[in-house]
């Protein structure tokens, strides 16, 4: 009986044995199995990340050329109108459209903002780069308070010079793609020719002298300050592009 009941126990035991092994490697092989998984989606993620950053790069680059050239605009406008030029030809009034010119700008935060509504923030192991993202997108909210500011020369010479001369310079020279505002096909034309009409030429001249705009420096004083306005657009783009370029290199070096 004895010899009976010691087999049992053995069997019992071992069975157990079995069980609590084969528990085990279930709870190994789902632990292999979710680590897997993580570190598929911070693949996932880090690429997303990157496709992100290489998209915003491209429109950093664009902005820059843009404002460059219409900041050129601008100073034009000022050195003209500082000059006390008897001559106000269809280059100035090129000028002074073109130097009221804005392209907005999208923050590109998609795949950021879904890692951080869904924790998985947590996926990029190195503290330093999580870090280092979490600035990059949040100094952009500080930029676009200056990006998206408009002085107040733009209304003014908007509201002084006729919709068909507007409408002219715009279609001779700017490029600008309602489909896609975002990356691509808006340019600043430069050496452009809207073959203005010596009348609309005076007439836009006379109005502008009729309104005291030209006698009382109002629109000088109004160009000074969009050359400032541009100056600091231009700059914050600049280092926001720095930002950009120093991100990636992290990434390239922090693979998941």
């Known amino acids: 009986m004895e010899n009976k009941t010691g087999k049992y126990l053995k069997y019992a035991i071992g069975e157990i044995v079995l069980v609590v092994i084969g528990i085990l490697i279930a709870l190994q092989v789902n632990n292999w199995n979710q680590d897997r998984i993580a570190k598929m989606e911070a693949e996932s993620f880090h690429e997303r990340l990157r496709e992100d950053l290489l998209n915003e790069k491209i429109m950093l680059k664009e902005r820059i050329s843009y404002y460059t050239k219409v900041e050129e605009h601008a100073k034009n406008v000022v050195n003209t ?4 030029s008897d001559v106000l030809d269809s280059q100035f009034l090129i000028d002074v459209y073109q130097a009221t010119q804005q392209w907005r700008y999208r923050n590109v935060r998609d795949t950021y903002d879904e890692l951080i509504s869904t924790g998985n923030i947590k996926l990029i192991p190195n503290e330093n780069l999580r870090k280092r993202i979490g600035l990059y997108y949040d100094e952009t909210d500080v930029y ?3 990006w998206y500011k408009d002085t107040e020369y733009r209304e003014l010479v908007r509201s002084h010079i006729s919709m068909g001369v507007q409408e002219k310079i715009r279609e001779a020279c700017e490029i600008w793609t309602e489909v896609d ?3 691509g096909g808006n340019a ?4 452009c020719n809207p073959n203005l009409t010596q ?13 005291k705009l030209l006698e009382s420096n109002a629109l000088l004083t109004a160009a000074i300050g969009r050359t400032s306005d541009l100056y600091l657009k231009i700059g914050l ?3 926001k592009l720095n930002g950009n370029e120093e991100l990636l290199n992290l990434l390239e070096v922090s693979n998941p």
């Open 81 to 84: 109108l500082s000059n006390n």
């Open 144 to 146: 676009l308070k200056v």
């Open 181 to 183: 505002q975002q990356i």
């Open 188 to 191: 600043i034309i430069e050496n």
């Open 199 to 211: 009348e609309e030429i005076s007439k836009c001249i006379s109005f502008l002298h009729e309104t």
């Open 237 to 239: 783009y600049k280092r």
